[in-house]
């Protein structure tokens, strides 16, 4: 357990909270045809409200790093180096043994025993988070705030690039999915696409890295300059500039969040962008606030609640009513039959968000606040 740093920024802690909870609602959503289109991915090219929650809380993770970078890079180089990777190794791991979660199962010969690790995913989620994390953290350390800004674009342009040489923006020709199987094996990959590809895959996590920096940079200027309107300006026009130009470049990259382009990057870190900008004013300049501690209690234990619900979600696939997992059948049972199947499938995954955020007020209350 942690004490919960002073110096928070209600706006970055508000919007958080609000990822998470948008993050949870999506991924508890049913799915094709039983879930409203803005909670389901974009089938391929395009953008919908849900393709915008991962690189939020990408943003987030950055924002959270311009308040603690500076601490770490006091204790010199060596000892920030082994924090930093010893933090990204941690998260990594979390996210890996979530996918391998329960561990023990019946295999097609009904022999009970330890999955197999050879089907195990090794992409995901908190794999990027962790990955993201650790290499802006790295290259603001050793390259300074400017260098970081050109490794950033330099990072965009040859993500770009490789996509244009080595492949195309199809499913089945991506570079991205040609690396992952020459490197990691299609076992190790998500399924859900209707062949082995993941959209976390090894390649896209270079792009990735940019809604970080671009998240340390907007914490930054919160952090240094305050709730002002200068500060409110500043992150509107940087959002107007990030969107404009991404928009420009999807006319040659199309914005596709499975490959993370480098167009879906800069649109996502403009909307967050204008997103924290309207916060500061919200919370900061018009003292709105009263709504704000919902999402603030969630916004204290991300990482934790975020496991929480993908393990919760995990067993309610693992146990079953009749023929159905326990999933659907509260599903069918308990939602859609009195609400019809798309407010059902939306009622029920709100629900399940707001048991996660009464584990989040508990531990609020009682002051647990834990960090890897």
């Not at 082994?82 to 979530?98: E, Y």
């Not at 300074?144 to 993500?159: D, E, H, N, Q, S």
């Not at 976390?200 to 305050?226: D, H, K, M, Q, W």
């Not at 659907?328 to 407010?343: I, N, Q, T």
Request: charge should be positive; hydrophobic fraction near 50%.
């Amino acid at each position: 357990m942690a004490p919960l740093p002073t110096d928070r920024s209600q706006a970055i802690d508000v919007m958080r909270g609000m990822t998470l909870a948008l993050m949870i609602v999506v991924n508890m959503s049913i799915g094709e045809g039983k879930s409203f289109g803005p909670l389901l991915h974009a089938t391929w090219h395009g953008l919908t409200l849900t393709d915008l929650v991962f690189p939020s809380f990408l943003f987030i993770v950055g924002t959270a790093l311009s308040y603690t970078i500076d601490r770490l890079s006091a204790a010199g180089t060596p000892e920030f180096v082994r924090k930093v990777l010893t933090r990204t190794g941690l998260i990594f791991l979390c996210g890996f043994l979530m996918y391998w979660f329960p561990f023990f199962g019946t295999d097609a010969s009904g022999h009970f025993g330890l999955l197999p690790l050879a089907k195990a995913r090794i992409p995901g989620v908190l794999q990027r988070i962790a990955l993201g994390y650790g290499c802006a953290a790295l290259a603001l350390h050793f390259l300074g705030r400017r260098g970081t800004l050109w490794f950033a674009a330099l990072a965009l342009v040859a993500y770009w690039a490789l996509l244009v040489a080595c492949g195309d923006y199809t499913l089945t020709g991506n570079a991205v999915l040609a690396l992952d199987r020459a490197l990691l094996g299609e076992g190790h990959l998500y399924g859900g696409e209707g062949i082995p590809f993941d959209p976390e895959g090894i390649l896209s996590t270079l792009p990735a890295i940019v809604n970080v920096i671009g998240g340390y940079f907007a914490g930054r200027l919160v952090r240094e300059r305050g709730a002002t309107w200068e500060t409110i300006g500043r992150l509107l026009l940087a959002a107007f500039a990030c969107v404009v130009v991404g928009l420009a470049w999807s006319g040659v990259m199309p914005i596709n969040k499975k490959l993370w382009t480098s167009s879906y990057v800069l649109v996502t870190i403009g909307i967050d962008l204008a997103t924290l900008g309207t916060l500061v004013w919200l919370l900061d300049l018009r003292k709105q606030v009263a709504w704000a501690p919902f999402f603030e209690v969630f916004g204290r234990n991300t990482l934790f609640i975020y496991l929480l619900s993908e393990i919760a979600g995990t067993v309610l696939n693992l146990f079953h009513v009749g023929r159905q997992t326990l999933f659907e059948w509260l599903y069918d049972a308990v939602f859609a039959s009195w609400a019809g199947p798309k407010p059902g499938s939306l009622v029920y995954s709100i629900s399940f968000m707001l048991c996660c955020w009464i584990v989040a007020w508990w531990m609020d209350r009682r002051r647990i606040y834990i960090r890897l």
